[in-house]
């Protein structure tokens, strides 16, 4: 099987603060990963492709500036919440794309609480 | 542009009852389609996948799929419900590099 990981599981901030999250294929390598944001009871809604080693390609509404996205190498995008916001309070969920197999595999999310 | 439509967003059944989650996608030609399971507050996990190999394809926790091009539908279907079965399950198309994910069924199995 394939196995993506995600750090943090949970994190609370405070508003105006920063946040940090990994996420990482293990058994594979992924030139695509894609970051997505899901809502109580709703829906994965995509946010940005993150392509290795070039810029992401962010959903149409989705603040370029403020979901910084870098992919530094074949195994690790980072999602970045900048001066986050109650608002920005979500399940953020990525995804690593084995392109040998054409499946996209996920990571177990991470749950964001900005007070 | 690629659609999924997911019918009934809950499902109940009791416990050994049969399953039938139902998917139906927009486009005429047969695409990648997967089916992914949510437990409560974590990510999806990969259930099945369709590549037009096979009508029928078996996947994880007994749960198969039937492709029916005919009717653009790729139902899954579980024989006998266990508890455990109880998530949120997503059907999602492939579209260019993306997949496009249904609204989501969320099983509910009764003892």
């Known amino acids: 099987g394939a196995v993506v990981s995600q750090h943090p599981s949970r994190v609370i901030c405070k508003s105006g603060t920063s946040v940090k999250i990994e996420c990482r294929s293990l058994d594979f390598q992924a030139t695509t990963m894609f970051w997505y944001r899901q809502f109580p009871k709703q829906s994965l809604m995509l946010m940005a492709t993150?392509?290795?080693?070039?810029?992401?390609?962010?959903e149409q509404g989705v603040e370029k500036d403020k979901f910084l996205i870098n992919h530094a190498s074949l195994t690790l995008s980072t999602l970045t919440v900048t001066s986050a916001h109650p608002e920005d309070s979500s399940f953020y969920i990525c995804?690593?794309?084995?392109?040998?197999?054409?499946?996209?595999?996920f990571g177990p999310g991470t749950r964001l609480l900005v007070l | 542009a690629q659609s999924v439509t997911q019918l009934g967003s809950h499902v109940s059944v009791s416990e050994g009852a049969l399953v039938l989650l139902r998917c139906n996608y927009s486009?005429?030609?047969?695409?990648?389609l997967f089916w992914y399971v949510q437990y409560p507050n974590q990510g999806l996990q990969l259930l099945l996948k369709?590549?037009?190999?096979?009508?029928l394809v078996k996947g994880i926790n007994g749960f198969e799929a039937e492709f029916k091009k005919s009717e653009t539908s790729c139902h899954l279907t579980k024989p006998s419900a266990h508890m455990s079965d109880a998530a949120e399950y997503f059907c999602a198309v492939t579209y260019t590099d993306k997949l496009i994910f249904g609204t989501g069924t969320r099983l509910q199995v009764f003892p």
């Open positions: 369709y590549t037009s190999a096979a009508t």
């Open positions: 995804s690593a794309r084995n392109v040998a197999e054409e499946t996209q595999y």
């Open positions: 993150s392509n290795e080693g070039s810029k992401a390609t962010y």
């Open positions: 486009s005429s030609v047969p695409p990648y």
